[in-house]
């Protein structure tokens, strides 16, 4: 599996509803498609939930090359570049992934980024990772490493933003769940 996604900073001033209506007419687009275990249209609001931005950052998780190809250069992507420019794109590979059907359901994704030490071996990192991860009670989560940038991104599912007071990290709202057939 495959771990996409792209930020888009937004100006502080920009119209979120121009977001939130382009993912209602558009995002069932992706729905079903090709390799795509499911993609989150997530945004950040300047001021919601201690946000400092305006953001549009879409979350894949690709069973496979061929899809995320299919979908980067078979002109599905080039509705980005066409509305906001080149963005760069980070990928990663799913460590953990305890996520599930009840994703659909869910109105926030909350991140959480961490370092991955350097040291003498990563044997056992997935253990540790889980281990030592901030706890949030009945949110399904998924673990995405970086190699190229030795850290990783836990993204937790969760509907009552009062779990995550005490945590530092960025809260998305989820506009819509596209996922596999």
Known sequence: MIGMQYKIVLPSDYNMEI????????????????????KLYLIT?????????????????????????????DGFYDNIIS???????????PLID???DSIKEIKYLFEVTKEIEAGES??????RIERDMPKIAGAEYIVIYSP????????YFIDDLSKVEEIDGVIYSILHVSQEK
């Open 148 to 155: 190229e940038k030795w850290r990783y991104n836990i993204f």
């Open 98 to 100: 305890t996520t599930g």
């Open 83 to 93: 509305s906001f420019g080149w963005q760069h794109i980070d990928i990663g590979i």
């Open 19 to 38: 977001i939130k209506e382009r993912v209602k007419k558009n995002g069932f687009k992706t729905d079903g498609f090709d390799d795509l275990k499911f």
């Open 45 to 73: 609001e300047k001021g919601a939930n201690n946000n400092f931005s305006n953001s549009y950052c879409p979350l894949y998780l690709w069973k496979d090359s061929e899809g995320m190809n299919k979908f980067l250069f």
């Open 122 to 127: 990563l044997k056992g990192l997935s253990d």
